[in-house]
């Protein structure tokens, strides 16, 4: 069954909610923004992510006949309302932070101004996209910090949370600093480079692990990665020294390029794998790290000294295992002009179409950022630029390479602080003075309402 | 963009293995099985979902013109391996427990038997579907046992991740027992009941909270709901009461259903809101709370006796929150007729083709669990069947009505010491003395090897 998100892709509420905007009138413009509430305390800083698929789906909202069928058979909709739905576009703007930038709690990265019920009808989807792009993206961040500039390969398909997430978990972390991924599909539709070789069951249906690495070996073309785990790996490494020695007496054109260990004590068995190679003399032969890794566990190796070229990051990455939600929100900022807030407890947002401002010291590296009015100004560099306008898509389209490139020098640009995969203390985010003073006019007002 | 995943929609080794499998001309029956290793701590059983989704993708498996195209590209592949892949179909049986049994560490829930190069092509988007889903209907059915018979909705839409999670889970969970979704697409695809009905914002939008609860009442058939908390919930409560009252008096069809609390002390705010009700005789409006909740904040509702009509579940569910990934895996279990055993440290294998045997007591509750080589037969009720024989499906296609009824069941039939959400002892599962046996011996031949 394929997925195909359309316009019924949504809550239910925003459907009964855009008949009582519709059937009461209610066409004022209204500005909604995205924010994450807090940041999980196992994350320094969030990177932003999705927002070109954001944007293709605000550019093509829209409901077709059969849509407009199934919702009229529910019953709960005007005949009035669904011929509204039939002409509906997305006629309004979006201000958003670039994809790849680094961003904090109470900071807007997208912000909508639109007439309420499109800005409404926009809320479900794009939180599902941006939502989910965001988690992968902070948390591939955090294993490029670790990886110390070692190859990174997204394995996570199986195990991420059905077909889409997966190929945007790889979008997600090739964004944010991924060198590959094993997802084929994703390297069709983005482009990114693709990693894999075999399997243990490969092995395993093979009389002997000697066998099956001259088999595999020879029916790849040039040199490719062998999986030594399966039995033994200080064996399997002999075995793949004799291999490769024959191989290129052999000169077929085959050879071995790496092996890769996914279980056990990774670190000690990279040392004396590599001691084995060498000793073999193939020190040309990499050494893939995989199986259960996270962050963490790529920091220790690193810390430990192994002799590692590159890591495969499976589960921990495309369901963000450690953080697989970010508190993140959707909220009427303002409507008709007027600022709005929530109040519920817990849950208060800060009122007005508002803007972010970063501030750097004189080595380019971040040192405070601002949220304001977005009227204010003032020092800084503000992040949101405006992304659409009208419903059509305006300034610069960035490619996949150009927003991978953005964010490696967004990353190079972290206070170091926050390059720590550890809690060392906050990044200042200051509310100003001019949303603070409308806050506490609205809640002074909402009291005598 | 649209997701819909194809042959391409899998882990790069899978076709660099399959092209070695057909050019060694390795074309001999395997048998793989898809299990979880084991269970994790906050989960005392799982249950099998995903199945019927498995099964059209296995039923469909081919590779088109334009994934052949993107795979030459690659020049990774033999043209006669493409041509080989052009005309590939999957041929083999399944066997696979019923979507809806709850099932434990070690046993099988799905076993492919086919040609290596088929079982193997399958195992990433298989794993992908039933990992997902299965996760999912474990969360789902620990908050049904934890509700106790209350109304239960999916509200996960925005935090799942990406598109065909969204939808996905509102399948597992309704499977599991839940009894509506707000996801719209989820309701048309699946025919789950649709819930829910307006936002904090639309609140926000109007100059007071009784005018927007008027004119959102007014605005829908019906009964309605509404959201009380976003600013204060007894005296919207208040509101509530005189709205309800002036709807009856005008006898004009439109009434209030229920109300949501979706913050704060949601026990404690629903005691106050049903004594304002009832005291204002609305004894028939219901109390719904949402708002960051899982199966443990529904158990602590139920057990302080809050008057507690639903709850609507959102993101915990639909990621799974406090388990957002199973060790589950797919492995070669035999291949040309011999049993095969993965010995990785920690990721060991129990070889061969297996089936479970389920022992009951009288009431019908399970006792005990065995898994066996699938011929060996004895006490207890096999609980894999086959559902596709030479690449057709085959027995009974149960609708997810027929799959939601069967979970019920199952769940009812769950021993007592498993239906608490803590860990209190563990289910029985024995591995067969003639599987421990083949694993010894395959052992031993290895290590001669």
């Known amino acids: 069954m394929s997925v195909v998100p359309g316009a019924l892709f949504t809550d239910l509420y925003q459907l009964t909610m855009a008949q009582a905007y519709h059937q009461l009138g209610m066409g004022e413009t209204a500005v909604f923004e995205l924010f994450v509430r807090r940041l999980p305390p196992q994350r320094r800083f969030l990177v932003v992510a999705g927002i070109e698929q954001a944007l293709e789906f605000a550019a093509g909202l829209g409901f077709t006949g059969a849509d ?6 529910l019953g709960r909709f005007s005949r009035g309302f669904l011929d509204h739905l039939a002409a509906l576009r997305f006629s309004g703007s979006i201000h958003a932070m670039p994809e790849g930038t680094p961003f904090f709690a109470d900071e807007p990265i997208v912000r909508v101004t639109a007439p309420i019920l499109e800005a409404q009808l926009l809320e479900s989807r794009l939180m599902n996209i941006v939502h989910f792009q965001t988690l992968v993206a902070s948390k ?3 294993c490029v910090l670790a990886a110390g500039g070692r190859y990174l390969v997204d394995f996570g398909l199986r195990r991420a949370h059905e077909a889409s997430a997966a190929l945007f978990a790889a979008r997600a972390a090739y964004l944010a600093g991924f060198d590959a991924t094993a997802t084929v599909e994703a390297g069709r539709r983005f482009g990114i480079p693709l990693s894999g070789t075999l399997a243990h069951s490969f092995i395993e249906a093979h009389a002997s692990e ?5 088999c595999f070996a020879c ?8 999986l030594i785990d399966t039995y033994d790996c200080r064996r399997a490494a002999r075995r793949v020294v004799e291999l490769a020695q024959e191989l290129k007496r052999l000169g077929s054109g085959h050879g071995i390029g790496s092996v890769r260990i996914d279980s056990g004590d990774l670190a000690a068995q990279a040392r004396e794998v590599r001691a084995i190679l060498d000793a073999g003399g193939c020190p040309e032969i990499r050494i893939v790290l995989s199986g259960g890794l996270d962050e963490r566990a790529i920091e220790s190796v690193v810390a430990r000294g192994a002799p590692v070229d590159a ?22 900022q303002e409507y008709a002009g007027l600022p709005r807030r929530k109040r519920s407890p817990g849950k208060e947002t800060w009122p007005g179409a508002k803007q972010v401002f970063r501030e750097y010291d004189a ?4 040192t405070a950022d601002e949220v304001r009015r977005h009227e204010e100004g003032g020092r800084g560099e503000p992040l949101l630029n405006e992304v659409m306008s009208a419903g059509v898509r305006v300034g610069p389209q960035p490619t ?40 506490a006019r609205l809640d002074e007002s909402l009291l005598k309402a």
Not at 219 to 226: M, N, V, Y
Not at 363 to 366: A, E, F, L, P, V
């Open 68 to 73: 407009l069928d199934y919702l009229a058979g």
């Open 140 to 142: 591939a961040a955090r």
């Open 210 to 214: 000697a066998e099956a690495f001259r």
């Open 219 to 226: 029916s790849q073309p040039g040199a490719t990665t062998l």
């Open 311 to 332: 890591f495969g990051v499976g589960t921990a990455l495309d369901v963000s295992a450690d953080v697989p939600a970010l508190d993140m929100a959707y909220k009427l």
């Open 363 to 366: 080595d380019g590296r971040y």
């Open 400 to 439: 996949l390479a150009t927003a991978r490139e953005h964010c490696r020098r967004q990353l190079a640009a972290l206070p170091a602080a926050l390059r720590s995969l550890e809690d060392g203390g906050g990044y200042p985010v200051s509310i100003s003075a001019q949303v603070r003073a409308e806050a």
